[in-house]
């Protein structure tokens, strides 16, 4: 019954700044960890950043200082302000909500949205 849509991606030169949003629908909870993972051609997913329900961060240690999440609990929506974006950033977005019942962790994750950093 869950189901997570990003938008915000697009086409953005270098520099340049982009906020991604992506809102869980059909909950009637709030997920104990939103965040984003990204993946460029021909590499794996990797962790952009997450948050959880009490608000702390975590950022791979490339995203530091140019990337921050936020979330709204009250709307179960999670959101990523891109800013100095490189071409290096260009990848596919995805995001990601998870929830603990008991001893089960329950994984969700979005279709992605396209960001491409380009001149």
């Known amino acids: 019954q869950v189901q997570l849509v990003e938008s915000g991606g697009g086409l953005v030169q270098p520099g340049g700044s982009l906020r991604l949003s992506c809102a869980a629908s059909g909950s009637i909870f709030t997920f104990n960890v939103m965040g984003w993972y990204r993946q460029a051609p021909g590499k794996e997913r990797e962790l952009v950043a997450t948050i959880t329900d009490g608000g702390s961060t975590n950022y791979a240690e490339s995203m530091k200082g140019r990337f921050t999440i936020s979330r709204d609990n009250a709307k179960n929506t999670v959101y990523l302000q891109m800013n100095s974006l490189k071409p290096e950033d260009t990848a596919v977005y995805y995001c990601?909500?998870?929830?603990?019942?008991?001893?089960?962790?329950?994984?969700?994750w979005g279709q992605g949205t396209q960001v491409t950093v380009s001149s």
């Open positions: 990601n909500a998870g929830y603990f019942s008991g001893p089960y962790y329950h994984d969700n």
